[in-house]
């Protein structure tokens, strides 16, 4: 039989580039591009890899239940239905004793569909507490920004290359992270007429191919540097006076809160030298109304001032009047053509009572429910009753593992864990150990498609499919938060007894009472989803969309906010309590945190302590993004470890050459809260005061049973970093990933 082509969006990453699957008697035998998808062909190294990963004899195939103690690695293979029923009696007893809310769940990047599901089982359930990475990457970018705008910004901006515009690589580096981002700006580059601002401490090779101007920053200065730009826009009055006047609220709080911030100033707290930070702000605003800063992840880790970098970075596309402009900072609502949000998840469902239990809601009021409530009661009236409600409202990450250690506020009881590996992704590993081995924890199942050290502790392992393996829809349509639709059919039916994480959440929910609220198939739920769509375009069916259409955008409203809204007969304005443009935020305000930006020093700085940096003298850097692994992910796959067969750590010769370190050793890092080893990798693109390590590593091919844990402690950056609560950032509660103060030094050799 000849190759067969199969349609197919790869997710490899949240980019989801449109994919081709050559089947060959039914056997993905390779994966490529699709160049009628609106990503037009491209395909990365990473998402090649998918065939090696849908046939690797390592994945999870069988539901898998502990034998002996938690750890030891001995299992034994049962039926799906044994485990869905064990699981299901065991949350019905603890919640019978405990309360629902002693269930948490955690997740990570968002692999898989999974999240939505788990939060509609959860809030059906009646607990509020699902714990996300979403707390410190991305997604409190999304509620910032849906506080200051009433909505989110577009995640691609096709039309870019057509204006003279400027785009500012903030704390990202697309090379290695976001591949078809990056391939879009050299087309960018091309044409010639678009600057670009590079702000990274390290000289990235995104800096020597994009960057007219590199500000190589000290890491988690960014809120500071954010408020430089707006002292010399607003001082220079370089802004767009027309559109602030018109749509923003709170300038004048604002104009005296930078003055704050004079470059001198900014200078000294950034390390980029004075006239640098002019000319940028200055060529930032220049290119009005066409500015771009695409999201990066950098921003969102530092601990303490996470919300103030965010919150000055989405003003500064507000200033520069680039809102809602084609080339500028477009911005999307929920998608107002699907069943998603609050329809799809059920939050609506959760009861005020168990709302009100939600950990960490007393510390971090904007992550949890007092922050969701109030920019959903602006944003819904707006987007016609459509909300995202997904990742957030979340409850604090590190509160989950205080509640299974010392029962405080209550006991966690019972924890799932999908699409994550907390051990390897979470600030403070030993917490995170110590809470995932407690006897307190009375159920812990992981739903994974690797045995992972955080799956070896579990009770239950349950074999989750990949993408090749279930039929998708876009994940910004089922959790509301981007208007637009894409779908694929399964490309192959899951091989040996894996399944799509839905079929865990929805036959465990059914187990539960919760029957109505669940379609029977996943196909079915996702055409549930895209129905209003579907009627639109006169569709039956998933199948049939898939077949003749598989993505729709919305047309593009220039300005939209300008329109005149046919009910009121005034201009649509924004979907905040105000309607306009939030400058100062009166979410912030009504939570009780300052409305306006600002920049405190964060605590482990050589500025604040500097007697500590005497010890522990460079600043280190984690997790910067590498291809073709993506976290913990990969591995196990050949082609990848070829590449990277060890944890690297990127240090400048001339440090490494201070602290007696070779190229290639192994070498140790320590900070005051943990220390580990990886292998010295020479390079003269990162700052001589600044070291930067890999995170996520731990070693499939080593011995599974704990303490081993494939050699999880040994080489993970998160044994470096702390979940304390004054690092986290009090509005969201966001943790310091990155960064901290550091010494290094060799590891010993006896040979
Ligand atoms: N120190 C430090 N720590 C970091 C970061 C950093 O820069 N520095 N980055 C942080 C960031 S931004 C994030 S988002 C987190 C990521 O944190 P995680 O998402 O926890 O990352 P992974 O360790 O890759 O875990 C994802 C797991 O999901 C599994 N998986 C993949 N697809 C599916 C699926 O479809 N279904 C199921 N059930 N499982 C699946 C994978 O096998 C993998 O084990 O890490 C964070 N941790
Ligand atoms: N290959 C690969 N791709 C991935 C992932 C992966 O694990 N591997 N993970 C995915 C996920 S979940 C995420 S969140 C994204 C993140 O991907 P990116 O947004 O690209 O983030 P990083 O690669 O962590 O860091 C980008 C740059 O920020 C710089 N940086 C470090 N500290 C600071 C700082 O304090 N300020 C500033 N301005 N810059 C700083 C680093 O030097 C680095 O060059 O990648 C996604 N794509
Ligand atoms: S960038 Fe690569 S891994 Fe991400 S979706 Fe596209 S092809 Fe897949
Ligand atoms: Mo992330």
Redesign the pocket.
């Known amino acids: 039989m000849a190759e067969e082509i199969r349609k197919s969006i790869?997710?490899?990453?949240w980019?989801?580039?449109g994919?081709l699957a050559h089947v060959d008697q039914g056997r993905v035998v390779k994966l490529s591009?699709d160049p009628e998808f609106y990503?037009k062909g491209?395909?990365?190294d990473?998402?090649a890899r998918f065939a090696e990963h849908l046939y690797h004899s390592d994945r999870l195939n069988y539901p898998l239940k502990r034998k002996g103690k938690r750890g030891e690695a001995r299992w034994q293979q049962i039926s799906w239905d044994q485990a869905l029923e064990e699981i299901a009696a065991k949350l019905a007893e603890l919640k019978g004793q405990y309360g629902a809310e002693t269930l948490a769940t955690t997740c990570g990047t968002g692999r898989g569909h999974q999240e939505t599901f788990k939060e509609r089982f959860m809030h059906l359930f009646g607990s509020p507490n699902h714990a996300n990475a979403g707390q410190f990457c991305r997604i409190e970018t999304r509620e910032i920004d849906y506080a200051i705008y009433g909505a989110d910004i577009v995640a691609m901006k096709p039309k870019v290359a057509e204006s003279n515009g400027c785009i500012v690589i903030w704390g990202h580096n697309p090379k290695e992270s976001?591949?078809?981002e990056y391939h879009e700006y050299r087309k960018v580059k091309k044409k010639g007429n678009i600057k670009f601002i590079v702000i990274d401490p390290k000289r990235t090779e995104v800096v020597d191919e994009f960057a007219d101007l590199w500000l190589p920053i000290r890491p988690a200065t960014d809120a500071a540097l954010a408020l430089g730009w707006l002292h010399i826009i607003i001082n220079e009055e370089l802004y767009d006076k027309e559109f602030v006047e018109t749509w923003c609220y709170g300038f004048e709080q604002l104009k005296k809160r930078v003055q704050e911030y004079p470059p001198e100033r900014v200078a000294e707290i950034t390390w980029v030298p004075r006239e640098k930070i002019v000319e940028s702000a200055r060529m930032f605003a220049g290119a009005r109304p066409y500015t771009n800063i695409p999201w990066g992840v950098k921003t969102d880790m530092q601990g303490r001032n996470v919300t103030s970098v965010i919150q000055a970075i989405a003003i500064l596309r507000a200033i520069t009047g680039s809102i809602n402009v084609s080339g500028g900072s477009p911005l999307s609502g929920p998608c107002l053509k699907a069943n998603g949000g609050p329809d799809f998840n059920h939050i609506d469902m959760l009861s005020p009572e168990q709302r009100a239990k939600q950990l960490g809601m007393d510390r971090h009021k904007f992550w949890t429910f007092p922050g969701y409530d109030l920019i959903s009661q602006a944003m819904r009236p707006y987007w016609n009753g459509k909300m995202c409600s997904s990742y957030m409202p979340g409850c604090h990450v590190p509160d989950v593992w205080r509640a299974i250690l010392d029962e405080d506020p209550y006991p966690i009881k019972a924890l799932i864990v999908g699409g994550n590996n907390p051990l390897m992704s979470f600030a403070n590993t030993p917490q995170v150990y110590r809470a995932l081995k407690s006897s307190n924890l009375e159920l812990l199942a992981v739903v994974e498609q690797w045995l992972t050290p955080s799956a070896v502790l579990a009770d239950y392992v349950l074999p989750a499919a990949n993408w090749l393996e279930m039929p998708l829809l876009h994940f910004g349509t089922y959790t509301g938060a981007q208007d637009f639709v894409a779908a694929a059919e399964q490309v192959v039916p899951p091989l040996f007894e894996r399944r799509p994480d839905y079929s865990f959440w929805q036959e465990l929910g059914v187990r539960l009472g919760q029957e109505k609220y669940w379609q029977k198939t996943l196909e079915k739920e996702w055409e549930w989803c895209m129905k209003p769509l579907l009627d639109e375009l006169n569709m039956e069916s998933f199948g049939e969309f898939v077949q003749k259409q598989r993505f729709w955008f919305p047309p593009f409203e220039e300005r939209y906010h300008e329109k005149n809204d046919p009910e009121t007969g005034r201009p649509k304005g924004f979907g905040t309590s105000t309607g306009k443009i939030e400058f100062y935020s009166t979410v912030l305000d009504k939570l009780g945190y300052d409305p306006l930006p600002h920049y405190q020093e964060p605590l482990e700085t050589p500025v604040s302590q500097p007697e500590l940096s005497q010890e522990y003298p460079l600043i280190l850097i984690t997790g910067s993004r590498f291809r073709p692994f993506h976290h913990s992910e990969h591995r196990q796959l050949p082609s990848a470890r070829k590449l990277y067969p060890d944890p690297t750590l990127e240090i400048h010769p001339e440090t490494a050459r201070k602290m007696g370190i070779e190229e290639g050793a192994w070498t140790i890092i320590e900070t005051t809260w943990g220390k580990i080893k990886q292998r010295a990798r020479f390079s003269t693109r990162i700052d001589p005061r600044m070291v930067d390590i890999q995170h996520s590593w731990w070693f499939p091919e080593e011995i599974p049973d704990d303490p081993i844990l494939y050699r999880a402690f040994e080489s993970n950056a998160n044994m470096l970093t702390t979940d304390r609560e004054d690092y986290c950032d009090p509005p969201t509660g966001a943790m310091r990933l990155s960064p901290y103060l550091c010494k290094v030094y060799p590891a010993k050799k006896y040979h």
């Open positions: 790869c997710w490899g990453c980019m989801q580039c994919a591009g990503t491209f395909f990365c990473r998402g976001v591949p078809v």
